[in-house]
């Protein structure tokens, strides 16, 4: 069974940094392309950044400059780098990982930007 576990969210001034990590046990990571998606209140899900099993990524014109997704192989482990955090960046995170047509999702992490 797979799962994918994310932390390192919390509540960060705006102009603030922090890195999401998402550990993912029982299934294959190599071969997967991962992402992070967020979702705020009353707005839907949205792809925030990819990462390909190749390491090619990709990012939200919102977030392009600001988040820096990466991945660890040997860990099997996905993070978000985020920088110069705003308060329109606050959401929960979410990690997923896709192989073919299945997607896995993780429980998400919530990242507040308040002053």
């Known amino acids: 069974q797979v799962q994918l576990v994310e932390s390192g969210g919390g509540l960060v001034q705006p102009g603030g940094s922090l890195r999401l990590s998402c550990a993912v046990s029982?299934?294959?990571?190599?071969?997967?392309?991962m992402g992070w998606y967020r979702q705020a209140p009353g707005k839907q899900r949205e792809l925030v950044a990819a990462?390909?099993?190749?390491?090619?990524?990709n990012y939200a014109s919102s977030v392009k400059g600001r988040f820096t997704i990466s991945r660890d192989n040997a860990k099997n482990a996905v993070y978000l780098q985020i920088n110069s955090l705003k308060p329109e960046d606050t959401a929960v995170y979410y990690c997923?990982?896709?192989?073919?047509?299945?997607?896995?999702w993780g429980q998400g992490t919530q990242v507040t930007v308040s002053s």
């Open positions: 997923n990982r896709r192989i073919g047509t299945r997607s896995d």
């Open positions: 029982g299934g294959a990571f190599n071969v997967a392309a």
């Open positions: 990462i390909t099993s190749g390491g090619s990524t």
